[in-house]
């Protein structure tokens, strides 16, 4: 069965920091390009951080550029999400996802696997 696992959410404070975890299960995350998005209540699903599956591109929208680090772990077939100096406005639910296309996807329908989202909720 090929699934997405996403952990690592949870409740911070403006200014403050997560790592978010997906780990993939019957899929070798290494062949997939991999994204990380997110979905506010009320909003569309957008995506945040980007990784291609060959040279290790990346790609961030302005609204996370700085902030957001998505990163690989082949040997824990893992994709991280590190994210810094956490706004109130990047609350939503985090989601992962994988793409079977070569390059660097950065849309939605281009992504084929979807994990169960974690949610992130930054307050004072």
């Known amino acids: 069965q090929v699934q997405l696992v996403e952990s690592g959410g949870g409740l911070v404070q403006p200014g403050g920091s997560l790592r978010l975890s997906c780990v993939g299960s019957g899929m070798t995350l290494e062949n997939f390009a991999m994204g990380w998005f997110r979905q506010a209540p009320g909003k569309e699903r957008e995506g945040v951080s980007f990784i291609s599956r060959s040279d290790g591109s990346t790609y961030y929208p302005d609204s996370v550029k700085g902030r957001f680090t998505i990163s690989r772990d082949n040997a824990k077939n893992t994709v991280y999400l590190q994210m810094n100096s956490l706004k109130p406005e990047d609350t939503a639910v985090y989601y992962c996802?994988?793409?079977?296309?070569?390059?660097?996807?950065?849309?939605?329908?281009?992504?084929?696997?979807w994990g169960q989202g974690t949610q992130v909720t930054v307050v004072s």
């Open positions: 996802a994988a793409s079977l296309l070569g390059g660097l996807p950065v849309t939605r329908r281009e992504y084929d696997y």
